[in-house]
């Protein structure tokens, strides 16, 4: 399974961005799609996830009610809605999926796109 993901960029404090996640491959495998993120210094950290099917859906704390997972399951492509951003949230975003839904939610995952910088000035 490859995950390529795309739509990083550098924005002002408040302003929206969106992630897009194109999987390809054997993505039978990949039940359970998200995002990563890992901030300078830092360890990735847990996002958000989603199933195949558009449910499942959990969110970290630090990003509920500012962003958004979705999923277009016909074009094996997931996405992340950033609103509101917020300097803290800069880093670089990966798209992550495996079969397992407890796995994704404790960072990890079995495949991994080659993420996308995402830069919030304030």
């Known amino acids: 399974v490859q995950l390529q993901a795309s739509g990083g960029g550098l924005v002002q404090a408040g302003a929206s961005l969106r992630l897009s996640c194109v999987a390809s491959?054997?993505?039978?495998?990949?039940?359970?799609m998200g995002w990563f993120r890992q901030a300078p210094g830092n360890e990735p950290e847990f996002v958000a996830r989603?199933?195949?099917?558009?449910?499942?859906?959990y969110y970290a704390d630090s990003v509920k009610g500012r962003f958004t997972i979705s999923i277009d399951n016909a074009e094996s492509t997931w996405y992340l809605q950033m609103n509101n951003l917020k300097p803290e949230d800069t880093a670089i975003y990966y798209c992550?999926?495996?079969?397992?839904?407890?796995?994704?939610?404790?960072?990890?995952?079995?495949?991994w796109g080659q993420g996308t910088l995402v830069t919030v000035s304030s």
């Open positions: 992550v999926a495996d079969e397992n839904p407890t796995t994704i939610l404790g960072g990890r995952a079995t495949y």
């Open positions: 989603i199933s195949r099917i558009g449910g499942s859906l």
């Open positions: 491959g054997r993505s039978s495998s990949t039940y359970y």
